[in-house]
């Protein structure tokens, strides 16, 4: 009878440990701060942007402001997970591959009015640093419903794939690719 009583008490204060553990709040990795020193580098240097758009078989190339890439950057990816109103909404999943020395942090949310879906960081196991960031975001517009698919490759390059919806229907493809070099 002790036996089955300690084993209860065990079992419930490691209950209690875990309701514990689930409420204090969540540490997830600064991606807001990362994108900023990322987008400081690029404004220090004398680099140019440049823009590539691809659309049903059509393609173009200009050279975008630094100024206008900031703000356009930080909206599609620029998530501040630290803040205290996403903290509970997004669900964090840490992966470590030892034999391609890679980690990946993974976030999700199930919440339908928050436009960014996912976020996946892909980080060097060895250095640290981030390699890139893939993020799945939804956003209406009007009538339409716009799906973007966004990869962020660090010190390199930021592509958007954005999928034109309405009533179900693909109406379009736009690909864009933000280009830079940074010496590596």
Known sequence: ??????????LLSL???ACNQSSEEKNHFPIHAFLDEELAQIDSL?????????TIGKTDTVVVDKKEFRPLAMEL?????QEKKYQKK???LVLEDVQLGNIS???TTEEPDLPIRKIELNIDAGTNKIKSIFAERQDKEGEQLLIRKILWTTATE???NTSFYKEGQLLNNLTERYNWAIGN
């Open 77 to 81: 990816i620029g998530i501040d997970l």
């Open 90 to 92: 997004y669900q964090e």
């Open 1 to 10: 009878m002790k036996l089955i009583r300690r084993f209860i008490y065990v």
């Open 46 to 54: 004398p680099i140019a942007i440049i823009l590539t758009r691809e």
């Open 15 to 17: 209950f209690f440990i």
């Open 105 to 107: 942090i993974s976030y």
């Open 158 to 160: 930021l592509m958007v």
